[in-house]
Nanobody, 126 residues
Framework: QVQLVESGGGLVQAGGSLRLSCAASGRTFSNYAMGWFRQAPGKEREFVAAIDWSGTRTYYKDSVKGRFTISRDNAKNTVYLQMNSLKPEDTAVYSC???????????????????WGQGTQVTVSS
């Protein structure tokens, strides 16, 4: 299993930007698709974005399309989530996860991800 640690969260005003990082350990990082999920207070965890093992394909939750960009640098064992034009409703704990399957279609399903980081808090003020 890959070990994941998120960073880059913080407090930002509406309309601002943050870049989240997810650092992975283990020599097999490049074998896995990766996803970002978020969980707001009192809410269920929800899918945000995913990227395939090579970084060539991406998939986004509709509400973040055009604002968020997922990317990865396999040489640095890191996946990123660039978040622009942030809104108060983006406030949540953001977690990265590794899809341990070899599926060809990127998945938004929590149950398809088998390794999780502890999360980083993103707070967007109005």
């Amino acid at each position: 299993q890959v070990q994941l640690v998120e960073s880059g969260g913080g407090l930002v005003q509406a309309g601002g930007s943050l870049r989240l990082s997810c650092a992975a350990s283990g020599r097999t990082f490049s074998n896995y698709a990766m996803g970002w999920f978020r969980q707001a207070p009192g809410k269920e965890r929800e899918f945000v974005a995913a990227i395939d093992w090579s970084g060539t394909r991406t998939y986004y939750k509709d509400s973040v399309k055009g604002r968020f960009t997922i990317s990865r640098d396999n040489a640095k064992n890191t996946v990123y989530l660039q978040m622009n034009s942030l809104k108060p409703e983006d406030t949540a704990v953001y977690s990265c996860a590794a899809d341990l399957g070899r599926r060809t279609i990127l998945s938004p399903q929590i149950t398809d991800y088998g390794s999780w980081g502890q999360g980083t808090q993103v707070t967007v003020s109005s």
